[in-house]
Structure formats: C-alpha cells, structure tokens
C-alpha cells in the first residue's frame, strides 16, 4: 500500500524461523551461543531492502561492486565506496521495521511494547499508569516542569506490566487512558533454540568437535514485520 508520502508499505513474513545478530563473531567450536535480536536493527533491513531492490532489477553484484549498473538503481541505493569514490546510500529511505499483525480483515496493525508508565495490579486485574507527583518534595532544572511520576494510593500493590499494543490500543493509551486489550508477549514471538554440527562439505560428514548454538525467532504465523519505503518501490 502507498501513502499520500509516496511511501510504499511492506508486511513480511517468515517462511521459518528468523535470526537478526548482533555484531559479535559466531562460528562452531566457540563458546557462546548466537542470540537473534527482534526486531532487526534499522541498518539491517536497510542491508534486506536494498538487496533485494538490485536483485529485482536483475543486477549483478560484481557489476554493482565496480559501480557498472544503471543511474536508476543506484540513485535509489546507492553504490559501494572505491578507491577514487566515498560510498553513497542513494534516496532510497526506510521507515521502521516495526513488529506487526495481521487481522483477521486482512488490515496490518503496528505492535508496540507496553509503555513504562504503564503498572499492572494482579490482585483487581487491572492496569493503571503513573501520574506526575504533585508534590516531589526537591526542584530540578533539568527539564521546565518535569515531575517524577509515581503511583497514586488507589492504583495498590503493583507490578511492571507487560505485553504490546496494538495501533488503537496505543492510540487510546496516548489519549491518557489505560490500556484494555493488551497482546501477550506469547502470542507475537518466541525462541526457539537449536544445536548443531559443522559440516565437512568435501566428505559431507559434520567436522570432529565443531558444534554450535543458536537462538532463532519463530514469530506466530500472522506476526511480520511492517517497513515503509521511500523514493524506491518493490
């Protein structure tokens, strides 16, 4: 879908389970195990985006390394730096990814982490937010008119809350109002941790004493991720 913005929408899924790492080495034989970062870094879809944006265009990337495709792939994505050239990223622009849904209608809706100042009662079942304290006994000059925020005597014995919200949830939540329907953190993604053996692909048997651990994301099968494109189309 595209907004009056021109930016054009895209709702991906998993055909499996997903890994977005983190900067740390990983290979068998050492000895930690490879978690996956949800959702992935802007900079990494950046990395998705534009991969597949070349690829669609039928470039090639030895072409694309020696800056030989066209002026119009790589205005949008930009081409790699050279000796005599700094790299340049193109017009191509990206908004998210975020976590999102897709509804039963068929509409794709945002999910967001429960806010901070955002408690949950077990004992009413019940959410309520903290409120600016009236009366912080201290001054502070490091923001005009900034209070801590407590809780108030009626809220009771609480808990940090947890779980996401959906758009109109979180819509609501920023009219001042506690969230009512909250998605359970189950119901969005999970972990799901596998081992293995590195192989040796000239005898195709797994390597003497190379193993290894990873932590993949399974997200639920109507969880995605939602990115918007601007300036450049799929």
């Known amino acids: 879908m595209t907004d009056q913005m021109r930016t054009q929408w895209l709702f991906i899924q998993a055909q ?6 983190d900067s740390k080495p990983f290979a068998a034989a050492q000895s930690f195990v490879a978690r996956s970062i949800f959702p992935p870094t802007p900079q990494t879809m950046q990395g998705a985006i534009r991969t597949a944006y070349l690829e669609q265009r039928g470039g090639r990337w030895s072409e694309y390394a020696n800056g030989r495709i066209d002026t119009e792939t790589s205005a949008a994505i930009g081409l790699p730096a050279r000796k005599d050239t700094a790299a340049s990223f193109g017009t191509l622009e990206l908004d998210g ?10 509409a794709i809706t945002r999910l967001v982490q429960m806010p901070l100042d955002v408690l949950y009662n077990k004992d009413k ?17 490091a923001v005009e008119g900034w209070t801590p925020l407590v809780s108030t005597p009626q809220a009771g014995d609480c808990e940090e809350a947890t779980g996401w919200l959906d758009d ?14 909250v998605v359970k953190q189950a119901e969005i993604y ?25 932590h993949f994301i399974r997200p639920a099968e109507d969880i995605g ?8 189309t799929l």
């Open 190 to 214: 999970g972990y799901d941790e596998r081992v293995g053996l590195a192989l040796d692909y000239s005898k195709r048997v797994n390597q003497p004493s190379m193993f290894y651990h990873a």
């Open 225 to 232: 991720l939602l990115v918007g494109l601007k300036n450049a």
């Open 16 to 21: 499996d389970v997903w890994m977005f790492r």
């Open 125 to 141: 079942h019940q959410y309520v937010s903290l409120m600016p304290d009236q009366d912080p006994g201290f001054v502070s000059n």
């Open 97 to 106: 990814p975020y976590i999102a849904r897709k509804k039963e209608d068929g």
């Open 168 to 181: 109109d949830e979180f819509a609501h939540y920023l009219k001042g109002n506690v969230p009512q329907t």
